[in-house]
């Protein structure tokens, strides 16, 4: 009981130390840069906005790729746990599992087969596709 106890009070301690962490590069992120601000002027971006080159900087740039670096993380995190629970295998990666090659080969098949004539967004669905069928062709393999 007692070693239970403790296992879950240190998977406590390594969550909100996670968190921490997240908010300080976060933090950080928004904080310094080419141009560093305190954080009176990132507060005041969002409650007293009056359109300086600062605000709009906070506003329009470094806040939301704080946030969009933070969801894509966690995206990656997730994805990560369900192909290894998928797979029952806690060293799944992408790569080990071929699910790297298979995006790649759909990429390079469309190329082949009707030239550069995509843009970078559909090459990347036509990789996603791919990746998907490798994950769904090995998930019902026996």
């Known amino acids: 009981m007692n070693s239970l ?3 879950n009070k240190r998977k406590a301690i390594g969550f909100v130390a996670a968190w921490l962490l997240l908010i300080a590069a976060a933090a ?3 904080l310094f840069g080419l141009r560093s601000f305190d954080l009176a002027t990132v507060i005041g971006a ?3 906005f009056t359109g300086s080159d600062e605000q709009l900087i906070i506003r329009t ?3 939301p790729r704080a946030l969009t670096a933070a969801v894509i993380g966690c995206s990656l995190a997730i ?3 369900l192909l290894q629970a998928m797979t029952r295998n806690p060293l799944a990666s992408p ?6 090659a298979g995006a790649a080969l759909a990429i390079v098949a469309m190329l082949y087969g009707y030239g550069a004539v995509f843009s970078f967004t559909e ?3 036509f990789g996603f596709i791919g990746a998907g069928i490798t994950l769904v ?5 026996p």
């Open 61 to 63: 740039s470094r806040v």
């Open 137 to 141: 062709s090995y998930s019902s393999s």
């Open 5 to 7: 106890l403790f296992s």
């Open 79 to 81: 994805s990560g746990v």
């Open 28 to 30: 950080a992120s928004v």
């Open 123 to 125: 090459l990347m669905w």
């Open 95 to 100: 790569s080990i599992l071929g699910v790297n």
């Open 46 to 48: 969002y409650t007293t």
